[in-house]
């Protein structure tokens, strides 16, 4: 999904935040999933980092919002975190990193 950011509108009146609520009267505001936020409010579910500074995409997952980078989550095997951009294997619930996905009885 894409992540804007543009300068709030003089003389408009303030965009209520979709995270804390609160009017929107910071010079620069954040519009995702047609909604506005603080550059503060707008971040990762699970890495806490801020979406706007780290590019113009996010992802939602389970009512989530993710970054790229925390879109498959870790993998089952290393534990190590799968980049979004990441080729995977999934076996029931699981995800792996290609290199990780192996036979248990025999490791190939």
């Known amino acids: 999904m894409a992540l804007t950011a543009s300068p709030a509108q003089a003389g408009h009146q303030p965009k209520g935040c979709a995270g804390c609520n609160r009017?929107?009267?910071?010079?620069?505001?954040?519009?995702?999933?047609?909604?506005?936020?603080?550059?503060?409010?707008?971040?990762?579910?699970?890495?806490?980092?801020?979406?706007?500074?780290?590019?113009?995409?996010?992802?939602?997952k389970?009512?989530?919002?993710?970054?790229?980078?925390?879109?498959?989550?870790?993998?089952a095997a290393c534990s190590k975190l799968i980049p979004a951009f990441e080729m995977v294997m999934r076996a029931k619930e699981n995800v792996y990193h290609l290199d990780c996905f192996a036979c248990q009885l025999c490791n190939q």
């Open 23 to 60: 009017k929107i009267k910071d010079r620069y505001l954040l519009k995702a999933l047609d909604k506005y936020w603080h550059e503060d409010c707008l971040k990762c579910a699970c890495c806490d980092c801020r979406l706007g500074e780290v590019g113009s995409t996010l992802y939602t």
């Open 62 to 75: 389970a009512n989530l919002i993710l970054c790229r980078g925390t879109i498959y989550g870790n993998c």
